[in-house]
């Protein structure tokens, strides 16, 4: 009799760890699915910290390369500026800019429109455009529509300063799927800009160079 009780003990406790192996599967079953979203959505908000500081780098190299002749005894040309707007391919890299994004360089002048010996407007004196994302906005404003340009904390250039903005938009391109993105309430376009005083202190246009016209058009994917 001793037996049998001891043997339905066992029989019993048998029982009840099947259970809880059956229990411990099925929560793992419920939890899976949100453990992997958590980690898609933790590695895609990293993948879009990274292509934001890559924006902003690009946009910072842009504004420096272009500050370095824009405003020197060595005129800048359209091949120099040609050759920076193609720089970008490989300095984006893997962000595909020219498919995804758009770039704008605007040139910046301090002038005194009414000579009356007191600067007055920050003039735009020329603007290059690149990148398919035609939608992006040029925060400046695009030279065919304003001529002047309200700077960053509404800063006013001196007489003849010159100021080298550039501007680099991307549509994100998410690892997995846009939505863990937008669940989070995250822009999903980057934009970023930087600046440079031209390191001369002689303003010239840009050179004309035979077989590179100007990048000059606010609409088109090319700016040509």
């Not at 005894?73 to 707007?85: A, G, N, T, W």
């Not at 595909?96 to 770039?103: A, C, F, L, M, P």
């Not at 993105?181 to 600046?195: G, L, S």
């Amino acid at each position: 009799m001793r037996a049998f009780i001891t043997l339905g003990r066992f029989e019993r406790s048998r029982n009840l760890r099947e259970n809880d192996a059956g229990i411990s599967f099925v929560e793992f079953a419920l939890i899976l699915p949100l453990f992997i979203g958590t980690m898609a959505a933790g590695l895609e908000m990293a993948n879009l910290l990274l292509a934001n500081m890559k924006v902003q780098r690009l946009a910072t190299m842009t504004a420096d390369m272009v500050a370095q002749r824009g405003a020197s005894e060595k005129q800048i040309s359209e091949m120099q500026l040609y050759d920076v707007l193609s720089a970008l391919d490989i300095a984006a890299d893997p962000l595909d800019v020219r498919e995804r994004g758009r770039v704008i360089v605007t040139a910046v002048l301090g002038e005194d429109s009414n000579a009356d010996g007191t600067v007055d407007v920050n003039r735009i004196k020329w603007q290059r455009f690149d990148g398919k994302y035609v939608g992006a906005v040029p925060i400046l404003g695009c030279h065919t529509a304003v001529t002047s340009a309200t700077l960053q904390h509404a800063r006013a250039l001196i007489l003849n300063e010159a100021m080298f903005h550039a501007q680099v938009t991307y549509r994100y391109e998410p690892i997995f799927d846009i939505g863990a993105v937008e669940f989070f309430n995250v822009p999903t376009t980057i934009t970023r800009t930087a600046a440079f005083r031209g390191r001369g202190s002689i303003f010239k246009p840009v050179l004309s160079v035979e077989g590179y016209p100007p990048k000059q058009n606010c609409t088109s994917a090319n700016g040509l």
